[in-house]
């Protein structure tokens, strides 16, 4: 079953440098401390692929991802090898103008793995469960990101 996800977070710089941020997938680590190791495979500017050690729920993943900056300068991913949890995950970083200030939309579309035996009741529960905390993890990563415009504003 898809499911998918929209969490934003309205930050203290322009869509054009936070897009600038969020492309700079190997300065990560300096912002969200969840990355143990990024490999940048190619980067033009505008296709990236790159591969990721990432800590989630106390465990280290390897997830493989390209990116492609869009003509609004949004940033569309897929993962050919997600997180193993999952099937399939894709999505995007949106920045939106708001003022003087930037809406970071973070969009996730992915569909959780089944168990070994498990029936449709537990996968939904199970799937309700993952969906949610997968919610907060992204707000937790764009809070550090806000964290981090704040303190580029303030020096």
């Known amino acids: 079953m898809s499911e998918c996800i929209e969490v934003d977070r309205l930050v203290t710089a322009s869509p054009g440098r936070a897009a600038e941020v969020f492309w700079d997938i190997t300065g ?11 490999h ?4 033009d500017g505008a296709h990236q692929e790159f591969a990721m050690r990432v800590e989630r ?3 280290l993943e390897q997830v493989r991802t390209l990116r492609f900056l869009t003509g609004s ?3 569309e991913f897929v993962s050919p090898e997600p997180p ?19 809406q970071i939309t973070a969009e996730r579309s ?5 168990e070994p035996g498990e029936d449709d009741a537990a996968y939904q529960a199970r799937s309700g469960e993952y969906r949610d905390r997968f919610a907060q993890r992204l707000g937790r990563i764009l809070d550090c990101f806000a964290a981090h415009f704040m303190a580029e504003a303030t020096t």
């Open 57 to 59: 729920d106390g465990r």
């Open 73 to 75: 300068g949004d940033i």
């Open 110 to 114: 992915y569909e959780l793995l089944r």
């Open 28 to 38: 990560w680590y300096r912002i969200w401390d969840r990355i143990s190791e990024v």
């Open 84 to 102: 193993p949890t999952m099937a399939f995950h894709r999505g995007a970083w949106r920045f939106t103008a708001k003022g003087d200030h930037c």
């Open 40 to 43: 940048v495979g190619y980067d």
